[in-house]
């Protein structure tokens, strides 16, 4: 009986010490996930999401899992609820007009990454944010319906009364910010004045830009903001010429778009090694037909429709640290103009 016994505890030992070897094997050939918050564009099945995922995932043998929020304003704030808990490592999708109020939140750790190759209209640096693309903001038509586009943002306001725009949300979206931005560096005291003689234009105001797009696509509205080189995917992708950006006598406001790590980040090696992926040869000549903008540093695959695309005679771009300052108050202008 003793001896029957002994072989069940022993049996028993062997089986736990199988067990633990079998779970310590399983961990130890564990491919590591590197979880990124972003956008929904970027993150969607047509972004760049898919094809970022594919090749990093092969070259460091790891998973690329991808979180979609309707906006990259959105996502910030999903990291900051979920505060400790969070399964981000990567913040991806915010612009330098927000880069410095999310570096004011304290989630983020320095890049400590060589971005001298940087190829951009207007320096740009920060110690934990590292720029991917960039582009201007428009206002996209139809030109086989829209015949006679705005060509500053005083003939904006001056549209037939039937006439219709899509805007994004200032407070969810960076191009619905970026906008503000745009507006108060051209009309200053008198942008109040200006918002009120261009609201009966706005059709509708969304969350976030996809939506927005998206009402656009359809027919609901006669221009939408998105960015001067939006007209490439419908070149590029659908063969469509029809689809232009109007050229604000004024010049356009510029959106350089970021990405960090986080500082509760345990893929912290995985998470410089992405960081430094966004500053390749490799995703600058994928960006300019994933995201559909010009890559941060130079590459000879630039398709030949960025050719024929507006490019602005002026730009505009706050740094981070003025938007901080100002940001509240601009959207407070913007709602009380609204409310009028």
């Known amino acids: 009986m003793a001896l ?3 072989g069940i505890l022993q049996g028993c ?13 399983i961990s130890l050939f564990a491919k590591p996930t590197l979880t990124i918050y972003t956008y929904d564009a970027f993150a969607a099945s047509w972004g760049p999401a898919p094809k970022i995922k594919a090749l990093f995932e092969k070259e460091h043998n790891c998973t690329v899992n991808f979180v979609a929020a309707s906006s990259s304003i959105g ?23 927000m880069a410095q109020i999310a570096n004011k939140t304290g989630l983020f750790v320095p890049h400590n990454i060589d971005t001298s190759m940087l190829s951009l209209p207007i320096n740009y640096s920060d110690k934990s944010f590292v720029p991917f693309d960039y582009s201007y903001f428009a206002f996209v038509y139809d030109s086989e319906k829209l015949k006679n586009p705005p ?71 006669d221009m939408v903001l998105s960015y001067t080189t939006s007209p490439a995917y419908h070149i590029i992708d659908e063969n469509k010429t029809n689809y232009k950006t109007a050229d604000f006598s004024e010049g356009h406001y510029a959106q350089i778009e970021v990405a960090a790590m986080l500082k509760s980040s345990k893929n912290q090696a995985l998470g410089k090694k992405f960081l430094e992926f966004l500053l390749s040869a490799q995703f600058a000549n994928m960006i300019p037909t994933a995201n559909w903008a010009y890559p941060v ?13 507006s490019v602005p005679k002026s730009v505009y771009l706050w ?18 103009a609204l409310q009028r």
């Open 151 to 221: 060509n500053s943002f005083e003939s904006l306001a001056t549209m037939p009364k039937d006439f219709k725009i899509v805007i994004q949300d200032p407070r969810s979206s960076t191009p619905g910010l970026g906008l503000l931005l745009w507006i108060k560096e051209i009309y200053k005291d008198q942008t109040i004045d200006y918002w009120q003689k261009l609201s009966p234009y706005v059709l509708t105001i969304t969350k976030g830009w996809s939506e927005a797009y998206g009402l656009f696509l359809r027919g609901e509205a």
């Open 13 to 25: 030992v062997v089986h736990k010490v199988f067990i633990i070897f079998v779970f310590f094997s």
């Open 75 to 97: 996502a910030l704030r999903k990291i900051q609820l979920e505060g400790k808990r969070t399964k981000a490592d990567i913040l991806l999708g915010l612009d330098t007009s």
């Open 4 to 6: 029957l016994q002994f």
């Open 297 to 309: 540093i130079k590459t000879e695959m630039l398709p030949k429709a960025y050719d024929s695309l």
């Open 319 to 336: 740094s981070g640290v003025k938007v901080q300052k100002q940001r509240k108050e601009i959207i407070n202008e913007w709602l009380e």
